[in-house]
């Protein structure tokens, strides 16, 4: 099998990429513009796998992804590429239109091409998987309710809307034109080789720093956390046993407040990293106002992956965040790298 994959520089594309070459004996194509969130050093455990290939190509250019698709022949397309943090997208949302619609658009658009001219065994057998985000949902309002396959999409910031819109595309494309498409809709990744804008990781790095620990509010906000390891063995199932046409909500069933989530990190921190100077790392915590339109709570129904592909989370969030806070003890020079000067873990997005 042949597999096309968007991103597979980013966080989770990397895991993915990983999870495919170590395990099986397919082949992929990683298609990455490498933005500031890409870094390919996230594959060094597989670059030099003859089935792994490399191309620095953005989603929105038609020229090239036609030539790709051409000379590779995928047997299937794992869409990734995305501009994915929320706040960027409150200080700057056209990047994240262009990439995420006019990008998922054009990427459409030349799969559909392409699909149209395999013969009929390949047609029937190629998939375009869509992989989303638990955001357009929007907000929880109870605290038992969960997003489910069929939950009404309410996107609230400028990046969650501009994935609603792609996933709106994609089952057009799918009812339209009769492109083999799945959705995937996922919780919070957290886990190795994450890019330090994100939750978990800032909130490492500037400990280890002696910096404050930013939190938004009060630290109330709730989100599902889903190690990226378990993410990237579901979205394999679902690219190689899922139905057509089909959504699949993935998550990690964790659900954690912010708050609980930095202290959790402080104290696996001051166990494998006491401070110098002998405090703990909660006293680092500092509560900021809040950004605009933020989402109080998310939750994940994952039965029907569970019931249906025989897929569930093998990391509890104890375990994966042990795992994780380890791995950036013993990679911190990975963090210094993939920091250009131009990102240095200030919070972004506080104004509307």
Known sequence: MKIIITGGA???GSAVIRHIIQTTNHEVLNVDKLTYAGNLE???LVDQNPRYHFSQTDICDRVELDKLFELF???AVMHLAAESHVDRSISGPYTFIKTNIIGTYTLLEVARKYWLQ???KRQAEFKFHHISTDEVYGD??????LFTETTSYAPSSPYSASKASSDHLVRAWHRTYGLPTIVTNCSNNYGFYHFPEKLIPLVILNALEGKSLPIYGKGDQIRDWLFVEDHAQALYKVVTEG???ETYNIGGHNEKQ????VKTICKILNELKPQSNGQQYESLITFIKDRPGHDLRYAIDATKIGNELGWKPKETFETGIRKTVEWYLNNLDWCRRVQDGSYQREKLGRSA
């Not at 929880?140 to 309710?145: F, I, P, S």
């Not at 912010?258 to 989530?261: A, C, G, L, R, S």
């Open 118 to 120: 395999l013969d009929e």
């Open 243 to 245: 139905v057509v046409g």
């Open 73 to 75: 022949q995928p047997d």
């Open 10 to 12: 980013g966080f989770i």
């Open 140 to 145: 929880l309002e109870g605290t038992t309710d």
């Open 42 to 44: 996230s594959l060094s």
């Open 258 to 261: 912010n708050i609980e989530v």
